[in-house]
């Protein structure tokens, strides 16, 4: 995601280096990049000139005495500022009050928005403790109801369907009716889609719309279609006034357009961007956050949140006392890695560290890695598991028999596991670390 667009910037911003000062002539050359680096990344004309008079405006603007601050950190700064301005400026909530509250999921097909769904009532369930009903009213996709239903089933959310009724408004007022009757917080109404815009779906969405009076309404659009997501998602609004836009499939081969230019285009805010198939696989869109993305810099403010969500401080108080004991085994290394899977795809994970993205540029990062070290641990005896100084070679061969691997791997990772159980001791036993720890934890 962004991969092409920042790396033109960032070529961008190096006519600035050995500058003393911002002038006309140097910001000249540095904003045509900027202007070929949005356009290649599909953001239309309009906007990207729009876009590099107001950062010219403010970097000319700009008084020279800041001397410490060189010409090109000056201009990715102003770049940075108004990359987040032209995404929506700041995040934006997504409005559940009522009895129940209502949110009206709306799109083409094919864009998301059941899946989307799914996430969604995930989100409010764990985030905002919400109990969520969700209901199938795409009447037509045969699979629709079935998948929703699957959904439902794995994120612990009430489902509503009518498997009979082909009538979308009568199941989404039903579906309203029920939540009342069983005190649910809010429901989730998942609507059809078609290939492209039509009457038909204009006017059904709209009477759904009409009837049930949502609390929100929710526009999901493909990232990859690029500027055609831009221009669908205004055709809807200006039929349907939605409260927000959900981005999927950012972590797909996208250029950002979208991303770019939808708020700019249809003046409502990004609110949820969907980054894997994955139902915890989305994130609360933060413009600022991904304005430091797109310049390389890093999202480590996500980053942390993310290993948050997954902090166990149970959890965590048992394995600092068996690191201060040398005791860290197998079994607690194998459910360390489930909760790094947790977290997501481990290349974007990286790309939320400062300056790791250029370091890991060209290294192919796949997450199928794993899997051979899973199965490595999964072909050891419970009690070798438990017990890593028992590895002999008798017991390395027979470990990799069964798991398929070769004796070097087995050994490679028998020897980085001794290396980090190790650091791992010295460190929990080192005074600075286990108050540092303590204050995490107090969080």
Not at 110 to 115: A, D, E, H
Not at 162 to 177: D, Q, R, S
Not at 215 to 225: G, Q, R, Y
Not at 414 to 420: A, G, L, N, S
Request: charged share 30%; glycine share 8%.
């Amino acid at each position: 995601m962004f991969d092409n667009l920042s790396d033109r910037l960032e070529g961008a911003f190096k006519s600035l280096t050995g500058d003393n000062k911002i002038t006309e002539i140097n910001v000249a050359t540095s904003l045509k990049e900027i202007r070929r680096a949005l356009v290649g990344a599909d953001v239309s004309y309009k906007i990207a000139k729009e876009f590099t008079e107001k950062v010219k405006e403010k970097a000319l603007g700009t008084d020279n005495v800041l001397k410490s601050v060189k010409p090109g950190q000056l201009m990715v700064k102003i770049v940075q500022d108004e990359l987040a301005e032209l995404m929506g400026g700041q995040a934006a909530g997504i409005n559940v009050v009522g009895k129940p509250g209502v949110v009206l999921i709306a799109g083409l097909q094919g864009s998301g928005k059941t899946t989307f769904t799914g996430k969604l009532a995930l989100h409010l369930k764990e985030k905002r403790k919400l109990k969520v009903l969700v209901t199938a009213c795409d009447v037509y996709r045969p699979a629709a109801i079935d998948q929703l239903t699957v959904l439902s089933e794995q994120v612990g959310a009430g489902i509503y369907k009518e498997v009979e009724n082909k009538n979308p408004v009568e199941i989404a007022l039903n579906a309203i009716a029920h939540a009342q009757d069983n005190k649910y917080d809010v429901v989730i109404v998942d609507t059809a889609g078609r290939l492209s815009v039509d009457e038909k779906m204009m006017q059904e969405i709209s009477d759904i719309s009409e009837a049930i009076s949502p609390n929100e309404t929710l526009f999901v659009v493909d990232s990859m279609t690029g500027q055609d997501a831009v221009n669908t998602a205004k055709v809807f609004n200006d039929r349907l006034d939605f409260d927000g836009v959900v981005l999927t499939k950012l972590d797909g081969d996208t250029r950002g357009g979208a991303a770019l230019s939808v708020k700019y285009t249809v003046n409502k805010p990004i609110k949820f961007i969907s980054t894997g198939e994955k139902l915890n696989q989305m994130d609360v869109f933060h413009p600022d956050r991904m304005a430091q993305r797109i310049l390389g810099m890093g999202d480590i403010i996500s980053f942390v949140e993310r290993a948050q969500d997954q902090f166990d401080e149970e959890e965590a108080k048992r394995l600092e006392k068996k690191m201060k004991k040398n005791k860290f085994d197998f079994n607690d290394f194998l459910g360390q890695l489930n909760q790094l899977r947790k977290m997501g795809d481990i290349k974007s994970l990286l790309n939320m560290i400062p300056g790791m993205k250029k370091m890991m540029k060209d290294v192919e990062i796949d997450n199928s890695a794993f899997a051979k070290v899973e199965a490595i641990i999964q072909s050891m005896t419970p009690k070798e598991r438990a017990n890593p100084e028992l590895m002999s070679m008798s017991r390395k061969k027979r470990i990799a028999r069964g798991c398929g691997q070769s004796m070097d791997d087995v050994n490679r990772f028998i020897k980085q596991f001794d290396q980090m159980r190790k650091m791992m001791h010295k460190m929990s036993n080192n005074p600075a670390m286990g108050q540092m720890m303590g204050k995490q934890r107090r969080r």
